[in-house]
Protein backbone atom coordinates (compact mmCIF):
# COMPACT_ATOMS: atom_id res chain seq x y z
CA UNK A 1 0.00 0.00 0.00
CA UNK A 2 0.96 3.53 -0.56
CA UNK A 3 2.59 4.81 2.89
CA UNK A 4 0.14 8.10 3.80
CA UNK A 5 3.34 9.97 5.46
CA UNK A 6 5.40 10.08 1.98
CA UNK A 7 2.38 11.11 0.18
CA UNK A 8 1.82 14.04 2.45
CA UNK A 9 5.20 15.39 2.17
CA UNK A 10 6.11 15.58 -1.47
CA UNK A 11 2.45 14.88 -3.42
CA UNK A 12 1.62 17.84 -3.93
CA UNK A 13 4.59 19.60 -5.41
CA UNK A 14 5.06 16.52 -7.60
CA UNK A 15 0.78 16.72 -8.48
CA UNK A 16 0.89 20.35 -9.25
CA UNK A 17 3.84 20.38 -11.80
CA UNK A 18 2.36 17.70 -13.71
CA UNK A 19 -1.10 19.18 -13.60
CA UNK A 20 0.58 22.28 -15.50
CA UNK A 21 2.26 20.21 -17.68
CA UNK A 22 -0.85 18.73 -19.16
CA UNK A 23 -2.61 22.07 -19.00
CA UNK A 24 0.36 23.48 -21.34
CA UNK A 25 1.58 20.61 -23.32
CA UNK A 26 -1.97 18.57 -24.05
CA UNK A 27 -0.99 15.55 -26.42
CA UNK A 28 2.38 16.88 -27.80
CA UNK A 29 5.52 15.03 -28.06
CA UNK A 30 7.12 17.94 -25.85
CA UNK A 31 5.03 16.50 -22.56
CA UNK A 32 6.96 16.26 -20.23
CA UNK A 33 10.49 16.04 -22.56
CA UNK A 34 10.71 19.44 -24.49
CA UNK A 35 14.32 18.45 -25.73
CA UNK A 36 13.38 16.95 -29.65
CA UNK A 37 16.91 14.84 -29.20
CA UNK A 38 16.68 13.50 -26.09
CA UNK A 39 12.36 12.38 -26.85
CA UNK A 40 13.11 10.79 -30.31
CA UNK A 41 16.89 9.28 -28.92
CA UNK A 42 14.34 7.76 -25.80
CA UNK A 43 11.75 6.54 -28.48
CA UNK A 44 13.98 4.62 -30.77
CA UNK A 45 15.56 3.04 -27.48
CA UNK A 46 12.28 2.35 -26.14
CA UNK A 47 11.15 0.86 -29.69
CA UNK A 48 14.29 -1.18 -30.00
CA UNK A 49 13.97 -2.89 -26.63
CA UNK A 50 10.37 -3.57 -27.17
CA UNK A 51 11.51 -5.44 -30.86
CA UNK A 52 14.05 -7.72 -29.11
CA UNK A 53 11.74 -8.25 -25.72
CA UNK A 54 9.15 -9.65 -28.30
CA UNK A 55 11.90 -11.53 -30.65
CA UNK A 56 13.21 -13.67 -27.66
CA UNK A 57 9.86 -13.76 -26.06
CA UNK A 58 8.59 -15.48 -29.71
CA UNK A 59 11.89 -17.28 -29.90
CA UNK A 60 10.89 -19.23 -26.53
CA UNK A 61 7.65 -20.58 -28.35
CA UNK A 62 5.38 -17.48 -26.55
CA UNK A 63 3.64 -16.18 -29.87
CA UNK A 64 -0.08 -14.82 -28.45
CA UNK A 65 -0.26 -11.29 -27.73
CA UNK A 66 1.92 -10.07 -25.07
CA UNK A 67 0.89 -7.58 -22.57
CA UNK A 68 3.28 -4.15 -22.55
CA UNK A 69 3.02 -1.56 -19.93
CA UNK A 70 4.45 1.82 -19.42
CA UNK A 71 4.24 2.97 -16.20
CA UNK A 72 3.82 6.75 -15.21
CA UNK A 73 2.56 6.89 -18.99
CA UNK A 74 1.80 10.54 -18.80
CA UNK A 75 -0.20 11.17 -21.79
CA UNK A 76 0.31 8.33 -23.61
CA UNK A 77 2.53 9.60 -26.37
CA UNK A 78 5.04 6.62 -26.28
CA UNK A 79 1.89 4.17 -26.18
CA UNK A 80 0.84 5.03 -29.25
CA UNK A 81 3.76 4.99 -30.82
CA UNK A 82 4.02 1.40 -29.85
CA UNK A 83 0.88 0.53 -30.84
CA UNK A 84 1.10 1.72 -33.91
CA UNK A 85 4.59 -0.44 -34.23
CA UNK A 86 3.35 -3.38 -32.65
CA UNK A 87 -0.13 -3.58 -33.68
CA UNK A 88 -0.62 -7.45 -32.66
CA UNK A 89 -0.09 -6.50 -28.52
CA UNK A 90 -2.21 -5.34 -25.96
CA UNK A 91 -1.29 -2.38 -23.97
CA UNK A 92 -1.99 -1.10 -20.46
CA UNK A 93 -0.80 2.22 -19.90
CA UNK A 94 -0.38 3.12 -15.81
CA UNK A 95 -0.89 6.74 -14.66
CA UNK A 96 -1.43 8.95 -11.41
CA UNK A 97 -1.98 12.63 -12.46
CA UNK A 98 -5.67 12.69 -13.25
CA UNK A 99 -4.74 15.46 -15.93
CA UNK A 100 -2.48 13.19 -17.57
CA UNK A 101 -4.03 10.01 -17.52
CA UNK A 102 -7.59 12.26 -18.88
CA UNK A 103 -4.81 13.15 -21.74
CA UNK A 104 -4.28 9.55 -22.76
CA UNK A 105 -7.01 7.91 -22.10
CA UNK A 106 -8.20 10.43 -24.66
CA UNK A 107 -6.19 9.37 -27.40
CA UNK A 108 -6.88 6.04 -27.19
CA UNK A 109 -10.57 6.57 -27.28
CA UNK A 110 -10.88 4.65 -30.23
CA UNK A 111 -7.68 2.50 -29.89
CA UNK A 112 -9.22 -1.18 -27.98
CA UNK A 113 -5.38 -2.48 -27.93
CA UNK A 114 -4.75 0.54 -25.17
CA UNK A 115 -5.71 0.63 -21.68
CA UNK A 116 -4.89 3.55 -18.99
CA UNK A 117 -5.83 2.92 -15.65
CA UNK A 118 -4.65 4.81 -12.92
CA UNK A 119 -1.87 3.26 -10.64
CA UNK A 120 0.10 4.68 -8.35
CA UNK A 121 4.25 3.03 -8.66
CA UNK A 122 4.40 3.21 -4.28
CA UNK A 123 1.25 1.00 -4.67
CA UNK A 124 2.01 -3.10 -4.45
CA UNK A 125 -1.31 -3.32 -6.53
CA UNK A 126 0.00 -0.39 -9.10
CA UNK A 127 -1.63 -2.46 -12.42
CA UNK A 128 -4.76 -3.76 -10.88
CA UNK A 129 -3.48 -7.05 -10.78
CA UNK A 130 -2.04 -6.79 -14.31
CA UNK A 131 1.08 -7.94 -15.10
CA UNK A 132 3.58 -7.28 -18.25
CA UNK A 133 5.30 -9.39 -20.62
CA UNK A 134 7.59 -6.13 -21.24
CA UNK A 135 7.45 -3.27 -19.04
CA UNK A 136 8.50 0.70 -19.26
CA UNK A 137 9.37 3.54 -17.01
CA UNK A 138 10.44 6.58 -18.37
CA UNK A 139 11.53 8.94 -15.95
CA UNK A 140 8.84 8.00 -13.43
CA UNK A 141 10.94 6.90 -10.10
CA UNK A 142 12.52 10.21 -10.19
CA UNK A 143 9.46 12.04 -9.33
CA UNK A 144 9.66 9.98 -5.96
CA UNK A 145 11.29 12.38 -3.53
CA UNK A 146 11.82 9.69 -0.63
CA UNK A 147 14.89 7.16 -1.76
CA UNK A 148 12.88 5.12 0.68
CA UNK A 149 9.77 5.73 -1.62
CA UNK A 150 11.91 4.95 -4.49
CA UNK A 151 12.98 1.17 -3.41
CA UNK A 152 9.46 0.43 -2.95
CA UNK A 153 8.66 1.23 -6.02
CA UNK A 154 11.67 -0.21 -7.55
CA UNK A 155 9.96 -3.73 -5.65
CA UNK A 156 6.76 -2.77 -6.95
CA UNK A 157 7.19 -2.60 -10.39
CA UNK A 158 9.34 -5.80 -11.11
CA UNK A 159 6.64 -7.92 -9.06
CA UNK A 160 4.80 -6.29 -11.82
CA UNK A 161 6.51 -8.31 -14.57
CA UNK A 162 5.81 -11.74 -15.31
CA UNK A 163 9.51 -13.72 -14.71
CA UNK A 164 10.90 -14.12 -18.21
CA UNK A 165 9.89 -10.41 -18.97
CA UNK A 166 12.11 -7.68 -19.55
CA UNK A 167 11.91 -4.06 -17.62
CA UNK A 168 13.07 -0.92 -19.21
CA UNK A 169 13.96 2.34 -17.14
CA UNK A 170 14.83 5.74 -18.84
CA UNK A 171 16.00 7.17 -15.23
CA UNK A 172 18.52 9.84 -14.25
CA UNK A 173 21.66 9.35 -12.06
CA UNK A 174 23.43 11.30 -9.40
CA UNK A 175 27.16 10.63 -10.31
CA UNK A 176 26.68 11.45 -14.10
CA UNK A 177 25.22 14.72 -13.29
CA UNK A 178 28.19 15.23 -11.03
CA UNK A 179 30.30 13.76 -13.86
CA UNK A 180 28.47 16.65 -16.41
CA UNK A 181 29.15 19.68 -13.70
CA UNK A 182 32.92 18.79 -13.43
CA UNK A 183 32.94 19.22 -17.00
CA UNK A 184 31.24 22.29 -16.94
CA UNK A 185 33.13 23.80 -14.25
CA UNK A 186 36.23 23.75 -16.95
CA UNK A 187 34.48 26.33 -18.26
CA UNK A 188 33.55 28.05 -15.47
CA UNK A 189 29.90 27.35 -15.98
CA UNK A 190 27.50 26.85 -12.74
CA UNK A 191 26.64 23.71 -11.49
CA UNK A 192 23.22 22.50 -12.77
CA UNK A 193 21.30 21.07 -9.87
CA UNK A 194 18.26 18.49 -10.59
CA UNK A 195 14.89 19.55 -11.35
CA UNK A 196 12.86 20.59 -7.72
CA UNK A 197 10.16 17.89 -8.62
CA UNK A 198 13.36 15.04 -9.45
CA UNK A 199 15.09 12.83 -6.67
CA UNK A 200 18.30 11.31 -8.79
CA UNK A 201 18.97 7.57 -7.63
CA UNK A 202 22.21 6.67 -6.43
CA UNK A 203 24.42 4.13 -8.03
CA UNK A 204 23.31 0.58 -7.65
CA UNK A 205 19.71 0.91 -7.22
CA UNK A 206 18.84 -1.57 -9.53
CA UNK A 207 20.93 -3.87 -7.84
CA UNK A 208 18.08 -5.89 -6.08
CA UNK A 209 16.75 -9.51 -5.53
CA UNK A 210 14.67 -10.56 -8.41
CA UNK A 211 16.17 -9.39 -11.41
CA UNK A 212 19.36 -9.92 -13.62
CA UNK A 213 20.88 -7.61 -15.99
CA UNK A 214 19.08 -8.30 -19.32
CA UNK A 215 20.48 -11.03 -22.17
CA UNK A 216 18.54 -9.09 -24.84
CA UNK A 217 21.86 -8.11 -27.03
CA UNK A 218 21.38 -11.14 -28.91
CA UNK A 219 17.77 -10.37 -30.05
CA UNK A 220 18.85 -7.04 -31.45
CA UNK A 221 19.18 -4.74 -28.45
CA UNK A 222 21.60 -2.90 -28.60
CA UNK A 223 21.88 0.75 -26.98
CA UNK A 224 24.55 1.45 -24.08
CA UNK A 225 23.27 2.85 -20.48
CA UNK A 226 25.10 6.27 -21.52
CA UNK A 227 23.23 6.80 -24.97
CA UNK A 228 22.35 10.48 -24.25
CA UNK A 229 26.10 11.50 -23.16
CA UNK A 230 27.37 13.32 -25.85
CA UNK A 231 24.05 14.84 -26.45
CA UNK A 232 23.72 16.23 -22.62
CA UNK A 233 27.57 17.04 -23.30
CA UNK A 234 26.77 19.16 -26.27
CA UNK A 235 23.68 21.23 -24.73
CA UNK A 236 24.80 21.44 -21.60
CA UNK A 237 28.42 22.28 -21.67
CA UNK A 238 29.32 22.94 -25.65
CA UNK A 239 26.57 25.18 -26.43
CA UNK A 240 26.66 27.08 -23.26
CA UNK A 241 30.54 27.50 -23.00
CA UNK A 242 30.25 29.08 -26.86
CA UNK A 243 27.19 31.06 -26.08
CA UNK A 244 28.38 32.52 -22.47
CA UNK A 245 25.87 34.85 -21.23
CA UNK A 246 22.53 34.58 -23.84
CA UNK A 247 20.38 32.36 -22.88
CA UNK A 248 20.11 28.80 -23.74
CA UNK A 249 18.24 28.10 -27.36
CA UNK A 250 16.79 25.02 -27.21
CA UNK A 251 16.51 22.49 -30.26
CA UNK A 252 18.90 24.91 -31.88
CA UNK A 253 20.91 24.22 -34.95
CA UNK A 254 24.28 24.12 -33.30
CA UNK A 255 22.48 21.41 -31.37
CA UNK A 256 21.00 19.82 -33.54
CA UNK A 257 24.52 19.20 -36.11
CA UNK A 258 27.17 18.14 -33.04
CA UNK A 259 24.47 15.99 -31.79
CA UNK A 260 24.38 14.13 -34.84
CA UNK A 261 27.78 14.80 -35.99
CA UNK A 262 29.53 13.14 -32.78
CA UNK A 263 29.18 9.64 -31.87
CA UNK A 264 26.41 9.27 -30.02
CA UNK A 265 28.07 7.94 -26.34
CA UNK A 266 30.51 8.95 -25.53
CA UNK A 267 31.56 9.30 -21.82
CA UNK A 268 29.61 9.43 -18.97
CA UNK A 269 27.74 12.81 -18.76
CA UNK A 270 24.14 12.68 -19.14
CA UNK A 271 22.06 12.13 -15.64
CA UNK A 272 19.48 9.86 -17.87
CA UNK A 273 20.38 6.80 -18.82
CA UNK A 274 18.94 3.31 -19.77
CA UNK A 275 18.70 0.57 -17.97
CA UNK A 276 17.22 -2.94 -18.89
CA UNK A 277 16.68 -5.97 -16.57
CA UNK A 278 15.20 -9.28 -17.39
CA UNK A 279 12.79 -10.24 -14.69
CA UNK A 280 14.05 -13.77 -12.68
C1 LIG B 1 8.66 12.78 -16.57
S1 LIG B 1 7.00 12.26 -16.71
C2 LIG B 1 7.15 11.03 -17.97
C3 LIG B 1 5.84 10.67 -18.63
C4 LIG B 1 5.97 9.70 -19.77
N1 LIG B 1 6.63 8.50 -19.36
C5 LIG B 1 6.68 10.37 -20.90
O1 LIG B 1 7.82 10.01 -21.18
O2 LIG B 1 6.13 11.29 -21.51
C6 LIG B 1 6.71 11.33 -15.24
C7 LIG B 1 5.34 10.72 -15.18
O3 LIG B 1 5.23 9.95 -13.98
C8 LIG B 1 3.97 10.21 -13.40
N2 LIG B 1 4.10 9.91 -11.96
C9 LIG B 1 4.67 10.68 -11.01
N3 LIG B 1 4.60 10.06 -9.82
C10 LIG B 1 3.99 8.87 -10.03
C11 LIG B 1 3.63 7.78 -9.19
N4 LIG B 1 3.89 7.82 -7.89
N5 LIG B 1 3.02 6.71 -9.73
C12 LIG B 1 2.74 6.69 -11.06
N6 LIG B 1 3.05 7.69 -11.92
C13 LIG B 1 3.66 8.78 -11.40
C14 LIG B 1 3.71 11.67 -13.72
O4 LIG B 1 2.36 12.00 -13.57
C15 LIG B 1 4.22 11.74 -15.15
O5 LIG B 1 3.26 11.34 -16.06
Redesign the pocket.
Known amino acids: MVKSQAKADYDTV??EH?RK?AESDGLSSS???ADNIT?ST?TEAIKEFVAAALERRMQAGDTGPATIM??????G??LEILSEQFPDHEFLG????DE?RTLAITRFESNASVDIIE?????SN?SQGRYADIL?????V???LDPSDQRD?LRNIKETVKVGGAMLF?ECFESSLSRLNEARSEFELEAIPSAYHNLYLEDGFFDVDGVSPHSLSSYGFDQPSNFLSTHFYVTRVLHPMMTKGQPVKRNSEFVNFFSSALRPASGDYAPLKLVVLDRI
Not at 70 to 75: A, F, I, P, R
Not at 94 to 97: P, S
Not at 136 to 140: L, N, Y
Open positions: ISYVSTMREDVGCGNYTVEKTLGDIRDLICQRVINLAV
